[in-house]
């Protein structure tokens, strides 16, 4: 087997102590990515959470609006049904 040069040794033992060293830091920073990814995604949740509430709200008081408004119109239109059904 021939001789490897000690300078040869040296840097691949330092890439690999660079490669070793760095490791904690790069999980940590996929750590903090995923807890932002997570974060942002429950926030845009929340948001159309709050949208699809808010248009139930309006379409609920529009329906209400239109019984109260329609009170008057359904008596009317008994009162003429009964009025032509007795001039028959």
């Known amino acids: 087997m021939p001789a490897v040069a000690e300078q040869v040794t040296d840097a691949v033992t330092q890439a690999n102590v660079k490669v070793v ?3 904690p830091a790069m ?3 996929t750590v903090y990515q995923s807890l932002a990814h997570s974060t942002g995604m429950m926030y845009e949740n929340s948001v159309n959470a709050q949208n699809q509430q808010n ?3 309006q ?3 529009t329906q209400g609006v239109l019984q ?3 009170v ?3 008596s009317d239109a008994i009162s003429v049904a009964q009025i032509i059904a007795g001039n028959q």
């Open 21 to 23: 060293a760095e490791a």
């Open 27 to 29: 999980a940590l920073g």
């Open 55 to 57: 248009m139930l709200s």
């Open 59 to 61: 379409a609920a008081s």
């Open 68 to 70: 109260i408004y329609s």
């Open 72 to 74: 008057d119109t359904i």
